[in-house]
């Protein structure tokens, strides 16, 4: 499952985004328009000037003094300094920048017609330029301003968020608190009809889908348990009384009658393991309890019968008998499903069924798996090319497995065979002197 953050945070955080870029946007529009237009009015104020002082200049009065204490005025280069012959040195009429040993002036050049010398007005503006501690008040005002506008996104997101999130807050909680027996099918009528309402809409209807299909299921299974237990009663009759019918040297009859007998046994551990699975999780663990080494004893000796023909020894060691919480009949499944595997798979030699106080191993000689055919052995229908089976025998028992909370593993190689483990918790361990 891949993990993100809620609705809620999420929106919570667009917010803040929003605002930390729409703050900062702000910031530095302030701080680009303060720098501009503090060198709009330096020059508007240094225009002005010269405008004034050129009038005085074409009506020949030569003592031209500026209004601002910062600014200076020249007519020609003659009487400049220095640093501002320089400076003035190849610039055109008009309004210039420039810099002399970090100071910034702003100077003015006006050609007139009727004089031989240009008028030069220098304007200092390094007391009315940002200075650099200024500068940094300014961005400390700027800086607070942006934090300000994120904090207040966050005070937004989380209120706007808990208006937009409680509908499908309380969608999930309706979701959440219902189960097989009451799934909710009138979700739709508590929500309006927009985006939330729509959800709820489509969830009902599927809510209903499910709840049409769990009644389905639920009447299946009932008259399937009613209408497969029937014939395996009368069966099961049926070979009581043909048992006493026979002589009692007519052992042939017998030994057909003791097979299906075995055969009936098996078809009731079938059915019952089935409609084992069909039930919810909450009734797996009904106080019952599972001695395994009689089960297994059990399943071995079944199939000793069943493959009779087969030149095929089972060797059961046991080691230990562990005591189960769970009923017989989904472990009288597992063990019969893996011992058979292994007895059709092994033409000759033997098969050792060892169990242990939290494990047990069934291993054979046969054939053995290719290891590429390894991880899809426990999916439905996949079987070997040397099966005979519908492929479902060992998807049973990783289904049962996964019920239980059991661990299966396989080990194989080919031409040498094959090891089935399966682990499991114990509730206790029998002693072997108790009857």
Request: glycine share 6%; hydrophobic share 40%.
């Amino acid at each position: 499952m891949k993990f993100r953050h809620s609705l809620r945070m999420r929106i919570i955080v667009a917010y803040c985004l929003f605002g930390a870029v729409l703050g900062t946007v702000f910031a530095v529009a302030v701080y680009l328009s303060l720098d501009f237009i503090d060198d709009n009015l330096v020059n508007t104020r240094l225009s002005q000037e010269i405008d004034h002082l050129g009038t005085l200049y074409q009506n020949n009065i030569d003592l031209l003094v500026p209004v601002s204490s910062n600014i200076e005025a020249y007519v020609g280069t003659a009487l400049m300094p220095s640093y501002a012959k320089k400076t003035v040195s190849g610039i055109g009429e008009g309004i210039h920048e420039i810099y002399h040993q970090g100071i910034e002036y702003h100077v003015a050049v006006k050609v007139f017609p009727n004089r031989i010398e240009p008028l030069y007005l220098f304007y200092d503006v390094s007391s009315l330029e940002f200075t650099e501690s200024r500068k940094l008040k300014i961005g400390i005002v700027l800086i607070t301003g942006v934090i300000l506008v994120i904090g207040l996104g966050f005070w937004i997101g989380l209120l706007t968020s808990r208006k937009v999130i409680a509908p499908v807050v309380y969608l999930a909680e309706q979701v959440d608190q219902s189960g097989p027996e009451n799934l909710p099918i009138d979700l739709s009528k508590n929500f309006y009809n927009d985006e939330v309402g729509v959800l709820s809409k489509t969830l009902e209807e599927a809510m209903q889908r499910v709840d049409a299909f769990v009644k389905r299921e639920k009447k299946f299974s009932r008259d399937a348990s009613h209408e497969l237990r029937t014939p395996v009663t009368v069966i099961k009759g049926a070979i009581e009384i043909l048992k006493k019918q026979p002589k009692k040297d007519d052992k042939s009859i017998y030994r057909l009658l003791n097979r299906i007998e075995r055969a009936v046994a098996n078809m009731e551990n079938i059915i019952e393991t089935f409609l084992w699975l069909g039930r919810e999780d909450s009734d797996i663990n009904d106080g019952q309890v599972c001695r395994v080494l009689p089960v297994i004893e059990d399943v071995v000796e079944q199939c000793r019968h069943l493959f009779a023909e087969k030149p095929v020894e089972i060797d059961l060691i046991a080691e230990s008998e562990p005591v189960l919480n769970v009923q017989s009949t989904p472990f009288h499944a597992v063990m019969a499903n893996l011992i058979q595997n292994a007895m059709r798979h092994s033409p000759k030699d033997k098969i050792t069924v060892q169990v242990c106080k939290d494990r047990i191993t069934v291993s054979d000689t046969g054939e053995g798996i290719a290891p590429c055919d390894l991880p899809s052995v426990t999916r439905p229908y996949v079987r070997g090319n040397s099966s005979k089976g519908t492929g479902l025998g060992l998807a049973i028992v990783k289904r049962l497995c996964e019920r239980m909370n059991w661990r299966f593993e396989i080990e194989s190689d080919v031409g040498k065979g094959t090891v089935a483990q399966l682990y499991f918790q114990p509730s206790r361990e029998e002693d072997p002197s108790s009857p």
